[in-house]
């Protein structure tokens, strides 16, 4: 079983959807969690850190529950701008990092 | 904002060729880490460096090595290129603690030939 696990997609959405993709994570005592955005041929670029009580920053939406260990991203009104690859990214502790292999998301005229 | 500069965005070398690819930051960061990135295979931990001088491995290591001489400069090296290193090489670095992202520069597209 892969350390981080997300559907690769892709996800082919209209403008104005709502699209949520979900991360399992295999260590029980990872203690930090983020999700990354990352366009074609990009570096990944931090979107929000996951906290456990959840947060929200604008369209975006992330939570963490850690007894089914997984976290989730929320888009609402899908913008075309929001095309990209979304990475799931936990630290299990110490320097260790995992990132996920992606999930692909296309948001459509 | 966090600034992580990578040497170059394109290269080309040759097989057998000594590579060195450079990273820097301008935030203090303590932490700085070398990823590959590749279809299909997402990013992989070739090293990292928690401190001036102090390198670890990481997943997979052999075919590089690494320089931190001083805390704002991360070094990558391929000691003898070879055409299955063609990739994309991305810097990062972070500061030491819980929730603290990593912040990555540019990449830099390796190509041997």
């Known amino acids: 079983r892969k350390e981080v696990e997300q559907d690769p997609g892709p996800f082919n959405v209209p403008e104005g959807a709502t699209v949520a993709f979900n991360c399992t994570y295999s260590?029980?005592?990872?203690?930090?969690f983020f999700w990354y955005r990352q366009d074609c041929r990009k570096e990944p670029k931090l979107l929000m850190s996951?906290?456990?009580s959840g947060n929200e920053d604008g369209r975006f939406t992330a939570q963490l529950n850690r007894a089914s260990q997984y976290i989730s991203l929320l888009i609402r009104d899908s913008k075309l701008s929001d095309s990209a690859t979304y990475l799931c990214?936990?630290?299990?502790?110490?320097?260790?990092?995992?990132f996920g292999a992606g999930t692909r998301l296309f948001v459509k005229a | 904002d966090v600034k992580v500069t990578q040497s170059s965005r394109y290269l080309v070398k040759r097989t057998g060729e000594k590579v060195f690819l450079e990273c820097v930051q301008d935030?203090?960061?303590?932490?700085m880490f070398w990823y590959r990135q590749d279809p299909g295979l997402g990013l992989r931990l070739i090293y990292f460096?928690?401190?001036?001088?102090?390198?670890e491995k990481g997943d997979i290591p052999e075919g590089y090595s690494v320089s931190r001489e001083k805390k704002e400069r991360f070094s990558l090296i391929l000691e003898s290129a070879s055409t299955n290193q063609t990739s994309m090489y991305l810097c990062?670095?972070?500061?030491?603690?819980?929730?603290?992202?990593?912040?990555f520069g540019d990449g830099t597209r390796l190509s041997i030939l």
């Open positions: 990062a670095s972070s500061l030491t603690g819980r929730n603290q992202p990593q912040h």
């Open positions: 260590n029980s005592a990872s203690q930090s």
């Open positions: 996951v906290y456990s």
């Open positions: 990214v936990v630290t299990p502790g110490g320097f260790k990092t995992i």
């Open positions: 935030m203090d960061h303590e932490n």
């Open positions: 460096s928690y401190d001036v001088k102090m390198k």
